[in-house]
């Protein structure tokens, strides 16, 4: 079985920065992807970053050249380094690693950023 702790969150005011982490552990084989999803209230969960097994990365577009995705492979951990931060990127956020045959999440962790 596959479990992800994330760590991290909390409350930052605009313009502040936060730094996520999900650490992987159990048996994992064959990752696809490791990332990161949202979900603020009223709002359906997102995509905000993913790093795939390959370094390619994907971001949505109202994040992009303020989060930046990476990966530590030997730790099985992936961070999301989070700058500029706005009151819309209140959310709770959510760990995703995909394999060839499952998707495991997070439990989520709670980033408030007041205005």
């Known amino acids: 079985q596959v479990q992800l702790v994330e760590s991290g969150g909390g409350l930052v005011q605009a313009g502040g920065s936060l730094r996520l982490s999900c650490a992987a552990s159990g048996s994992i084989f064959s990752i696809n992807a490791m990332g990161w999803y949202r979900q603020a209230p009223g709002s359906q969960r997102e995509l905000v970053a993913r790093i795939y097994s390959s370094g390619s990365t994907n971001y949505a577009d109202s994040v992009k050249g303020r989060f930046t995705i990476s990966r530590d492979n030997a730790k099985n951990t992936v961070y999301l380094q989070m700058n500029n931060l706005k009151p819309e990127n209140t959310a709770v956020y959510y760990c995703?690693?995909?394999?060839?045959?499952?998707?495991?999440w997070g439990q989520g962790t709670q980033v408030t950023v007041s205005s």
């Open positions: 995703m690693l995909s394999t060839k045959y499952n998707t495991y």
